[in-house]
């Protein structure tokens, strides 16, 4: 029994060594700053690999969490807010997605659309018939086709067609100023205006997990704008008669909507968008304080900061590259 002992205490002995030490496969002088070192002239290093729905599946990623995605071909990682491409290809494109659709003006349906997806196949959507015919517009791995009516109700059709190679339809209710949309690079923002009643509006985003989520959009009577930065989109409006005198609804990069209710100053607000936050400002010329900024950080969260009276005002930049 002694001797199963002591056995036992020098392998227990050996393997904190070896614990303390860089593991090396296919070397026997691993790098000291490397956990693990992996050498090899004919073989190369295999991740999991995984579809974006099966990625979308992963219950809390850790930050750093790499894996290779099947559906757009690319190494990814996770950045703690969202699934980043490593290849630079698929961060500096509009991805593999293509998109050819036409349009009736007096008929139904009002057309197609053909969206051509990772795997180069063709996958087809009929547009329901609106009036004011439909547009597009891309973010980096989906596509939306949106339509518009200026006389019934719904208003129109947003389709979007998501990174995995599938339509997510969603109807867009009545509005007397129509629909707009913008995008960053993963999600996408359909949003639109009334200009003479209670709620405003509507914003519909669909997210990088391929689904819709809406947002009703309080009256202000100079209208709603957007602007995105490379993963969060935000649309804020103005009212030049009232206090609150805006609202600016942010689209976190995680697909949840977060309010900042905006303080009223009589020269309105603008917006800066740098590669990963956004910036609301605005300016009063006949108080002091003379203004308000408000920045969307990268973590999703709305900060404020005071801006002392300039009788010159105030403007703003971003970095972006």
Do not use: H
């Not at 703690?80 to 139904?108: Q, R």
């Amino acid at each position: 029994m002694k001797k199963v002992y002591l056995l036992l205490a020098v392998l227990l002995m050996c393997w904190n060594g070896l614990l303390a030490q860089s593991v090396g496969i296919g070397t026997t002088n691993p790098n000291p700053s490397a956990i693990l070192e992996l050498s090899s002239a004919n073989q190369g290093f295999l991740p999991p690999r995984l579809t974006t729905s099966q990625r979308d599946l992963i219950q809390n990623p850790a930050t750093g969490l790499t894996l290779y995605n099947t559906t757009i071909n690319a190494m990814q990682y996770y950045n703690g807010s969202a699934w980043v491409s490593i290849d630079s290809s698929a961060n500096n494109s509009s991805g593999n997605l293509a998109l050819v659709y036409g349009m009736e003006t007096n008929t139904n349906p009002g057309g197609y659309a053909y969206a051509l997806n990772a795997s180069g196949n063709w996958v087809s959507q009929t547009l329901p018939y609106v009036n004011q015919g439909y547009k597009d517009t891309f973010s980096r791995t989906q596509l939306v086709v949106f339509g518009m009516e200026t006389i019934t109700n719904p208003g129109g059709y947003a389709y979007a067609f998501t990174e995995n190679g599938s339509w997510v339809s969603k109807t867009l209710p009545y509005v007397n100023q129509g629909y707009k949309a913008t995008a960053s690079q993963t999600q996408i923002v359909v949003y639109g205006m009334e200009t003479n009643t209670n709620p405003g509006g509507y914003a519909f985003a669909f997210t990088k997990n391929g689904t819709w989520v809406s947002q009703t959009l309080p009256y202000v009577n100079q209208g709603y704008k957007a602007i995105a930065s490379n993963n969060q989109i935000v649309i804020y409006g103005m009212d030049n008669s009232a206090n609150p005198g805006g609202y600016a609804f942010a689209l976190t990069a995680n697909g949840s909507w977060i309010l900042q209710t905006l303080p009223y100053i009589n020269q309105g607000y603008k917006a800066v968008a740098s590669n990963g936050q956004i910036i609301i400002y605005g300016m009063d010329n006949s108080a002091n304080p003379g203004g308000k900024a408000f920045a969307l950080t990268a973590a999703g969260t709305w900060v404020s900061q005071t801006l002392p009276y300039v009788n010159q005002g105030y403007k703003a930049s971003g970095i972006r590259y």
